[in-house]
């Protein structure tokens, strides 16, 4: 099964946009966390929401979790062209150690 | 702020030979994991360890793989005949005992030839 699939693939906006990206999941998780990679580099660590939560703040981003839909968003308000980069969700399983990654969303923000 | 680092940035070997990968996970950490990342494609996880032993592995972690933290500080990974196919950016990952976040390094950037 493929897990965090993100949509849109590619996001394209302004500066000053909110920017919102979605992942779907396909089995039950204990956590869901998001990264942010730019070009060729590692992964960043933005944000963690358990399953028992419904939405978390940290700074302009906000992340929402639907368990009953299986799906996140992650919301970056009044963006910056240093926003620019792949985000990537992440599903931690039940009963496991791993962390199974979506092929992540493009994000480009014009200046 | 404390953050996994990995040596070397970018390592070239030639198919068959055996290459280490080597990271320095965040000092307090427990937990340790390697995944990879084939050019344009997701992000694959490879292996976890926790005190002293693989706790557990993927299908890609196959005989040629190893790992080894060989003193307090150092997490390695080890490839023992390199295919064309290892070609990848391979990430460490730690994690603390008090939290979920997995924080990754830079990488390593392997390329076969």
């Known amino acids: 099964s493929q897990q965090g699939e993100e949509d849109p693939q590619a996001l394209s906006i302004q500066e000053g946009e909110n920017a919102t990206m979605n992942c779907s999941y396909k089995?039950?998780?204990?956590?869901l966390q998001w990264y942010r990679q730019n070009s060729g580099r590692g992964l960043v660590h933005l944000i963690l929401i358990r399953s028992n939560e419904r939405e978390k703040h940290s700074g302009r981003l906000r992340v929402t979790l639907d368990t009953s839909k299986k799906s996140s968003s992650l919301l970056i308000t009044a963006s910056r062209a240093a926003d620019t980069a792949s985000y990537f969700c992440?599903?931690?399983?039940?009963?496991?150690?791993?962390?199974?990654f979506g092929k992540g969303t493009k994000l480009t923000v014009n200046p | 702020e404390p953050e996994v680092t990995q040596t070397p940035s970018h390592q070239v070997t030639q198919m068959g030979q055996e290459v280490i990968l080597r990271c320095v996970p965040i000092s307090n950490h427990l937990y340790f994991y390697w995944y990879r990342q084939i050019l344009g494609q997701k992000v694959e996880f490879l292996v976890s360890?926790?005190?002293?032993?693989?706790?557990?592995k993927s299908e890609i972690f196959d005989d040629q793989f190893s790992v080894e933290r060989p003193d307090g500080s150092n997490f390695t990974l080890k490839i023992r005949s390199t295919k064309l196919e290892d070609s990848a950016m391979y990430f460490c990952a730690s994690r603390g005992d008090r939290g979920d976040e997995q924080f990754f390094g830079p990488g390593t950037r392997l390329t076969v030839l």
């Open positions: 360890f926790y005190n002293n032993e693989i706790s557990e």
């Open positions: 089995t039950s998780i204990n956590n």
């Open positions: 992440a599903t931690a399983p039940w009963s496991s150690e791993k962390l199974v």
